[in-house]
């Protein structure tokens, strides 16, 4: 069965100009751009859950989407078929490289562990001949320990050890299922791994919890031979009042505080880092700063609310700052671009969500030619390195080798050898030299 019978695909690159709604306006995944192909520098990946598991159900109402695999009545291993028919083609029409998926988006919970286990077995199965058939690939897997009831007071959080236990046996079964599929990664997102109420929790106990569980997540992926990255993904709330991988910086201590450092790095949702109150550029570049930068969920937010609004991607000025860095950095090792986006409740047609896809992955095509530009033009990067060209002369350079104390740096300061003068930072000019990139028109050849 055919689920998009009105998009042939797979979509064509048409240029800027291009006349058909259904076509790559941007990217364009042959081209090259500093020296590697468009395609392999975004790895850009669809999520299953949003865009197949959910019906457009929100706190308020049903779902509104005309998605017949999610119809009730139907059999739950025949649905969780028709279901992946319908992802693979579009994956495929789509025609970009990756997917992710969590455990119980691609096969249904039984009665029993053990059927759960089993059915996840036989559509990891399916997914296995898709895959071979399509060519798409698996960005990463990851597993949903914040759904179910038992999950409610945390999964490796929680008070009761035996929680604990049922997430780890979960999270065992889904490294397995992404190692089975080749995934380049396996997301921990801690949905339910904070609190409520300090009233009633021990911060502390469950931070030490929490280290466990990672400690026998990596202790596992090196026993089975799994070569993908960890990746934890920060959120500072929702659901829980306060998560505690609450932003980079928080997972950065916290990898460091319990010799996790090396074992995991991040992967940085454009949303979650706005719901920190920070931009996705600071997430990205404290990342890349302290060698924890792994891979993007590219869904952005709603300034005007806050809340997760998982919306596509739209915005070429946020986007291609972030990438400034990753470019600068090298690009993605085996990350990517995950698409960890929701359409609009009323965006219930089947087609919506290619028009949703095309525009973000638009979006960051463009925002990758303008960064690519940023980078070759050098501008920006010799202004950094000017503002901190002091450091790499003697003084600079006996301070942090540590050759200098506090008493010398005073005895310097008192003889009056130093003589500071305040440096203007050019923010403005900066600012212009960007959006003059940006507003250029950035075509092949050009
Ligand atoms: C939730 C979120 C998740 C993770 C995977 O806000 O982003 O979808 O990406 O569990
Ligand atoms: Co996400």
């Known amino acids: 069965m055919d689920f998009f019978p009105d998009v042939p695909g797979p979509i064509p690159f048409g240029g800027r100009d291009a006349e058909a709604e259904l076509a790559y306006r941007v990217y364009d ?12 520098h975004l790895r850009i990946a669809v999520c299953y859950w949003h865009s197949f598991g959910w019906p457009g159900s929100d706190v308020f109402g049903q779902g509104t989407f005309d998605r017949p695999w999610l119809e009730p009545g139907v059999d739950p291993m025949r649905a969780a078929r028709q279901k992946m028919d319908a992802a693979f083609e579009f994956f495929a029409k789509l025609g970009t490289p990756f997917f992710c998926f969590h455990d119980i988006d691609i096969a249904p919970v039984g009665a029993t562990f053990a059927e759960t286990k089993h ?55 889904a490294i397995d299922a992404t190692h089975r599929l080749g995934g380049a990664n396996y997301v921990l997102w801690g949905g339910r791994e904070g609190y409520e109420t300090l009233l009633n929790t ?98 952005r937010g ?36 995950n698409f960890d986006t929701k359409l609009r409740r009323q965006s219930m047609d089947r087609v919506d969500l290619f028009h949703g896809h095309i525009g973000g992955i638009d979006t960051l095509a463009q925002s990758l030619l303008a960064a690519a530009r940023l980078v070759e033009d050098g501008a920006l990067q010799a202004a950094r390195d000017q503002r901190y060209a002091g450091w790499a002369g003697p003084l600079g350079t006996a301070i942090i080798d540590g050759d200098l104390s506090l008493g010398d740096l005073e005895q310097k300061v008192a003889a009056g050898d130093l003589d500071p003068h305040p440096v203007s930072g050019r923010q403005e000019q900066l600012e212009n030299l960007v959006n003059r990139t940006l507003w250029r028109a950035i075509e092949p050849g050009e």
């Open 302 to 337: 709603d300034p005007h609310n806050q809340w997760d609004t998982d919306q596509f991607p739209n915005s070429v000025e946020e986007m291609t700052l972030a990438m400034f860095e990753i470019l600068r950095s090298g690009g993605f090792d085996t990350g990517g671009f």
């Open 119 to 173: 059915n996840l077995e036989e559509m990891v199965g399916y997914a296995e001949e898709h895959m071979a058939r399509t060519g798409v690939r698996l960005l990463w897997g990851t597993t949903n320990a914040f759904g179910h009831p038992r999950f409610a007071a945390g999964a490796a959080t929680n008070p009761d050890p035996e929680v604990f236990a049922y997430a780890a046996a979960q999270v065992k079964n």
């Open 202 to 299: 021990r911060m502390r106990r469950e931070a030490d919890q929490l280290a466990r569980f990672l400690t026998m997540v990596a202790e596992y992926k090196h026993a089975i031979g799994f070569e993908g990255t960890l990746l934890i993904e920060p959120k500072p709330q929702e659901p829980t009042k306060h998560q505690y991988d609450y932003d980079c910086a928080s997972v950065h201590g916290f990898l460091d505080r319990y010799d996790l450092v090396g074992e995991f790095r991040v992967n940085i949702e454009v949303n979650h880092a706005t719901l920190a109150g920070h931009s996705f550029h600071h997430e990205v570049a404290y990342a890349i700063d302290n060698g924890i930068f792994g891979s993007v969920d590219a869904n």
């Open 29 to 40: 995944p042959d081209r090259i751009v500093l020296g590697k192909r468009m395609e392999d």
